[in-house]
Nanobody
Framework: QVQFVESGGGLVQPGGSLRLSCAAS????????MYWYRQAPGKERELVAR????????VYPGAVKGRFTVSRDNVKNTLYLQMNSLKPEDTAVYYC?????????WGQGTQVTVSS
């Protein structure tokens, strides 16, 4: 079955960096666009990055553009999110996501807390 397992979250000071990983299984990873979302307490889940199948095209919302970089390794079936210059407002649970064979799949999420 399709499965995503996120890792790499934690507590970091403002201005710091983290690298999230998402290990994918149960489908042909290289055939699907992949997404990172986040959800802060009391807020709706929001998109933070999209990457196409080959990794050649990426999209970011304005809030993270220039600070976050999404990448993928289609041999290791792993999605990454490099987060730099982190701000307290980046605090959220981060999820990887894709729509595989018409179904929307989510990982369990990894908590990122930006605080001094």
């Amino acid at each position: 079955q399709v499965q995503f397992v996120e890792s790499g979250g934690g507590l970091v000071q403002p201005g710091g960096s983290l690298r999230l990983s998402c290990a994918a299984s149960g489908f042909t990873f290289s055939n699907y666009n992949m997404y990172w979302y986040r959800q802060a307490p009391g807020k709706e889940r929001e998109l933070v990055a999209r990457i196409t199948t080959s990794g050649g095209d990426t999209v970011y919302p304005g809030a993270v553009k220039g600070r976050f970089t999404v990448s993928r390794d289609n041999v290791k079936n792993t999605l990454y999110l490099q987060m730099n210059s982190l701000k307290p407002e980046d605090t959220a649970v981060y999820y990887c996501n894709s729509v595989v064979r018409g179904n929307n799949y989510w990982g369990q999420g990894t908590q990122v807390t930006v605080s001094s």
